[in-house]
C-alpha cells in the first residue's frame, strides 16, 4: 500500500507542477499580448495627436478643404471610442487614407511643401507610422505565440478550465488596403 500511495502522491505532484508551468506560461503569453498591445495604442495616440497639428498646417494654406478635415476630426473622435483592436484597425486604416488626401491637397501648395514646420511635421508622422508598423508586427506575433498556446495540446486543457481565450489580430481588411484613395478638388 506504501508503494502505490507514493505513486499516487508522485503522479499527482507531476500533473499539479505540469497545471502550474501551462498556466503561468499561458497567462505569460496574455500578458505579453497585452503590452504589445498597448505599445500599438501608445503609438496610435502619438498619430492622432500629430495629425491636427498637420490638418493646422495644410488648414493655413487650404481654406476650402474642408472635407478631409472634417474627416480627420470625426476619426480622432471615433479613435477614442473605439476598443477592440479590429474596430482600432477599421479606423486606423481610415485615418491612413484622410492623410493620404492630407497630403494629397498639400501638393497644390508650393509654399505649404516648402514650410519647414510642415516638413518637421511630415517626418514625425513618417516615424510615427513605422513606430506603429513594428508595434503591429509585435503585437500579431504576440496573439499568434499566445493563440497557439491556447489552441494546442496541453494549453487548451488548462485554457479551457481557466477562461482564457483567444485574441484578436491587428490587421487590416484586405478591401481597405488595396482601395485607392480618391481626391476630390472642388
Given at each position: 500500500?506504501?508503494?502505490?500511495?507514493?505513486?499516487?502522491?508522485?503522479?499527482?505532484a507531476?500533473?499539479?507542477?505540469?497545471?502550474?508551468?501551462?498556466?503561468?506560461?499561458l497567462v505569460?503569453?496574455?500578458?505579453?499580448?497585452?503590452s504589445a498591445?498597448?505599445?500599438?495604442d501608445?503609438?496610435?495616440?502619438?498619430r492622432?495627436?500629430?495629425?491636427?497639428?498637420?490638418?493646422?498646417?495644410?488648414?493655413?494654406y487650404?481654406?476650402?478643404?474642408?472635407?478631409?478635415?472634417?474627416?480627420?476630426?470625426?476619426?480622432?473622435a471615433?479613435?477614442?471610442k473605439?476598443?477592440?483592436?479590429?474596430?482600432i484597425?477599421?479606423?486606423?486604416?481610415?485615418?491612413?487614407?484622410?492623410?493620404k488626401q492630407?497630403?494629397?491637397?498639400a501638393?497644390?501648395?508650393p509654399?505649404?511643401?516648402?514650410?519647414?514646420?510642415?516638413?518637421m511635421?511630415q517626418?514625425?508622422?513618417?516615424?510615427?507610422?513605422?513606430?506603429?508598423?513594428?508595434?503591429?508586427?509585435?503585437?500579431?506575433?504576440?496573439?499568434?505565440?499566445?493563440?497557439?498556446?491556447?489552441q494546442t495540446?496541453?494549453?487548451?486543457?488548462?485554457?479551457?478550465?481557466?477562461?482564457?481565450?483567444?485574441?484578436?489580430?491587428?490587421?487590416?481588411?484586405?478591401?481597405?488596403?488595396?482601395?485607392?484613395?480618391?481626391?476630390?478638388?472642388?
Amino acid at each position: 500500500m506504501g508503494k502505490g500511495l507514493t505513486a499516487l502522491i508522485a503522479v499527482i505532484a507531476i500533473l499539479a507542477i505540469s497545471i502550474i508551468v501551462v498556466f503561468n506560461g499561458l497567462v505569460r503569453k496574455r500578458n505579453t499580448a497585452e503590452s504589445a498591445w498597448s505599445n500599438i495604442d501608445v503609438q496610435l495616440k502619438r498619430r492622432f495627436d500629430l495629425i491636427p497639428n498637420l490638418v493646422e498646417s495644410v488648414k493655413a494654406y487650404a481654406q476650402h478643404e474642408k472635407d478631409v478635415f472634417v474627416r480627420i476630426a470625426t476619426l480622432r473622435a471615433s479613435f477614442d471610442k473605439a476598443s477592440s483592436p479590429k474596430e482600432i484597425g477599421a479606423i486606423d486604416q481610415q485615418m491612413n487614407m484622410a492623410v493620404k488626401q492630407l497630403f494629397a491637397v498639400a501638393e497644390n501648395y508650393p509654399d505649404l511643401k516648402a514650410s519647414q514646420n510642415f516638413l518637421m511635421l511630415q517626418e514625425a508622422l513618417a516615424g510615427t507610422e513605422n513606430r506603429i508598423a513594428y508595434s503591429r508586427n509585435n503585437y500579431n506575433q504576440a496573439v499568434m505565440n499566445y493563440n497557439t498556446a491556447v489552441q494546442t495540446f496541453p494549453g487548451l486543457l488548462i485554457a479551457g478550465l481557466f477562461s482564457f481565450r483567444i485574441k484578436e489580430f491587428f490587421e487590416a481588411e484586405e478591401d481597405e488596403m488595396r482601395e485607392s484613395v480618391e481626391v476630390n478638388f472642388r
